[in-house]
């Protein structure tokens, strides 16, 4: 099924593109930006399953990077970007290899990748796409722990700076730098293989490899978050959903993402207050991306997790306002939901469908359930799920009180800031 065409998501390049380089103009920058967003997982997957080598491998794709910004302002942009980008890389990696006497086996396939400089780009079926899957499955293999699994994936697969998955996971450039070799090291040392599991296997190890997107999705799409992450986990489910289609969870992980994300530029006013789903103005949705979401959901055929938030997130993405999304269906849906992921999270959020659906009262005593189990004790967006429910309950004076509560708790000023707002409205 064919999709709506829409703009990209990413919006920055590998970090080698945005190096500064004399003489390297806005257009020839703007061009490799471009350029950079597919080739450079492209280079770096397919040196990786040549040369072993993911140092020399993602080294070998930022040179060539910055060779490009070198000199494609004077000689133009070529014909073929992700080509040339592919070919000077190969070129150097060749370089390396000879000038380390790495064995001739080495030597020898890598000289018989195909020079691309002057022929199209490898079809999505062929082993350069089959490479960057195969990528995917090395970065997420449950040797390694969760947040080295996120790291290496937006360095080795994104080209997302070091220093920015530093800041990601708040940490300093230094420690994520050893992260990283440290990852790369455990990979070497325990053999995990470069490759795509089948079977039971790759049951097993797809939810891994999901749960990694969604971690980057949420660590970007939160208040205080880089949209730049949120960017990548969206442009990384489109691609393992093209690579996968028949993975039901695939598409269901990026109809829930596409749903999200449609709603990013309306989510704060002109001021940068945060605005909740009910005060955000539904015209700057972006359409597009909830066609592509339904589009993406309509081919789901199992009820998993990722299923039930994306058939959750198109109630309110297809709604024409927040009274008239559909709240049974959706609080039947966190019904299913937690009987298949119980979570504290997913608790609270049944409870909010409940007191939409049925009435503020069944909301507080869901919420009570929810709390009985410990898991939301000092959990400040618990208070403000209460404050809320209190609040379509009448008792406003009590209502603002729990929200000053959960802004005091709260540790985004963004959020903090939107507390304090509905408590004001409650009292004035």
């Known amino acids: 099924m064919s999709t709506p065409q829409r703009r990209p998501v990413r919006t920055q390049a590998p970090a080698g593109a945005h190096r500064n380089v004399t003489g390297a103009t806005g257009a020839a920058a ?24 993911w140092a020399l491998a993602e080294d070998c794709a930022q040179e060539a990077l910055t ?65 960057r899957l195969r990528l995917i499955f090395t ?20 080209g997302v ?50 749960a990694v997107l969604y971690l980057l999705f949420t660590r970007g799409y939160v208040a205080d978050g880089e949209p730049a992450f949120a960017d990548e986990a969206v ?40 605005l909740t789903l009910q005060r955000q103005d539904r015209d700057r949705w972006d359409r597009a991306a909830i066609a592509e979401g339904l589009a993406a959901l309509a081919r789901v055929r199992h009820d998993g997790p990722y299923a039930w938030q994306a058939r959750i997130a198109a109630c309110h993405a297809t709604a024409a306002s927040a009274d008239e999304a559909d709240w049974p269906t959706i609080a039947r849906a966190y019904d299913a939901l937690i009987g298949i992921r119980p979570s504290p999270v997913i608790a609270l959020n049944r409870a909010v469908a409940h007191g939409y659906a ?7 005593g869901l919420l009570e359930a929810a709390r009985a189990g410990g898991g939301l004790d000092g959990n400040p967006l618990a208070v403000a799920v209460e404050a809320d429910l209190v609040a379509r309950q009448g008792d406003r004076r009590r209502a603002a009180g729990l929200f000053r509560e959960a802004a005091a708790a709260v540790g985004s000023t963004v959020e903090r800031r939107a507390l304090l707002d509905r408590a004001d409205e409650l009292t004035r």
């Open 67 to 131: 060779v490009a910004l070198e000199r494609w302002p004077a000689d133009g942009v070529p014909n073929n970007p992700g080509g040339w980008l592919m070919t000077v890389a190969r070129n150097r990696a060749l370089d390396v290899l000879r000038r380390a006497t790495v064995e001739r086996r080495k030597l020898h396939d890598l000289a018989l990748l195909t020079p691309v400089d002057a022929q199209p780009e490898p079809g999505m079926g062929e082993d350069v796409v089959d490479d």
């Open 358 to 364: 049925y009435g503020p009262v069944a909301g507080l």
């Open 235 to 274: 442009r990384l489910a489109r691609l393992l959903d093209q690579l996968m289609p028949e993975q039901s969870e695939v598409a269901a992980l990026l109809a829930l993402f596409l749903f999200q994300h449609s709603r990013r530029d309306a989510r704060r006013d002109a001021a940068g207050a945060l």
């Open 30 to 53: 703007e061009a490799v930006a471009a350029a950079s967003v597919e080739a450079y997982p492209r280079i770096v997957a397919t040196l990786i399953r040549v040369t072993g080598d």
């Open 139 to 158: 970065c997420c293999h449950p040797a390694l722990a969760i947040e080295a699994r996120v790291a290496l994936t937006l360095r080795t697969v994104c």
């Open 161 to 210: 700076p070091t220093a920015d998955i530093a800041r990601l996971l708040l940490v300093n450039e230094s420690t994520m730098t050893r992260r990283l070799t440290r990852a790369r090291t455990r990979i070497a040392q325990a053999g995990i293989p470069y490759r795509v599991p089948s079977g039971p296997a790759l049951t097993e190890r797809l939810p891994g490899v999901l």
